[in-house]
């Protein structure tokens, strides 16, 4: 079991950043691909941005390409989720996910382990 935790949620104004950080303690981190996921009321969970075991390829959606930035450090165990120029179509509840072995995915069931989730608000 791998225990995810993150942090760095909470509301900003439209074209404000925030940067949101997931850890999991305990845990060596290298051995999983990550990724960020995110669910707004009323509408299903979508994929936002991954990121390799190694750091060295990562995946967006279209709707965040250009404006987030995903990045691990695995000597600390995090990953982190950039957020530029946020738009309030963003507003939602961000989860840090893990996925063992080796081949990044984007598709929610392809991840074994989730964190609890940070609520990220943006207004207009």
């Known amino acids: 079991q791998v225990q995810l935790v993150e942090s760095g949620g909470g509301l900003v104004q439209a074209g404000g950043s925030l940067r949101l950080s997931c850890a999991a303690p305990g845990r060596t981190f290298s051995s999983y691909t990550m990724g960020w996921f995110r669910q707004a009321p009323g509408k299903e969970r979508e994929f936002v941005a991954a990121?390799?075991?190694?750091?060295?390829?990562?995946y967006y959606a279209d709707s965040v390409k250009g404006r987030f930035t995903i990045s691990r450090d695995n000597a600390k165990n995090t990953v982190n989720l950039q957020m530029n120029s946020l738009k309030p179509e963003d507003t939602a509840v961000y989860y840090c996910?893990?996925?063992?072995?080796?081949?990044?995915?984007?598709?929610?069931?392809?991840?074994?382990?989730w964190g609890q989730g940070t609520q990220v608000t943006v207004s207009s």
């Open positions: 996910a893990a996925r063992g072995g080796k081949i990044t995915a984007i598709q929610i069931s392809a991840y074994d382990y």
């Open positions: 990121i390799s075991w190694s750091g060295g390829s990562t």
